[in-house]
Nanobody, 123 residues
């Protein structure tokens, strides 16, 4: 059973930064993809970034490319999402997810989810 635990959310002003962490257990990195998703208030869940289990490939949503960076630490079984130059529209609950196979930005393709961590950006 894959277990994912997010941390690192908080409240910041526009232009600020946060680093989200997702501690993962119960599966092998080499055969899985880890992704970050978010659900803004009143909106559907959307893909933010994803990284292959070997760290060789990553993908970003257009809205965050150049501001957010996904990375993983195999030794700590942790995937990170560095959020820079945060804007009010980045306000959302952020979720970590895992799946077997190739990375995807579609939430429906992930079957393991964490509980989420809240990010709030004020103007």
């Amino acid at each position: 059973q894959v277990q994912l635990v997010e941390s690192g959310g908080g409240s910041v002003q526009a232009g600020g930064s946060l680093r989200l962490s997702c501690a993962a257990s119960g599966y092998g990195y080499s055969t899985n993809c880890l992704g970050w998703f978010r659900r803004p208030p009143g909106k559907e869940r959307e893909g933010v970034a994803a990284i292959s289990g070997d760290g060789a490939n990553d993908v970003y949503a257009a809205s965050v490319k150049g501001r957010f960076t996904i990375s993983l630490d195999d030794a700590k079984n942790t995937v990170y999402l560095q959020l820079n130059n945060l804007q009010p529209e980045d306000t959302a609950m952020y979720y970590c997810a895992a799946r077997s196979g190739l990375c995807s930005m579609l939430a429906s393709r992930y079957n393991n989810w964490g509980q989420g961590t809240q990010v709030t950006v004020s103007s």
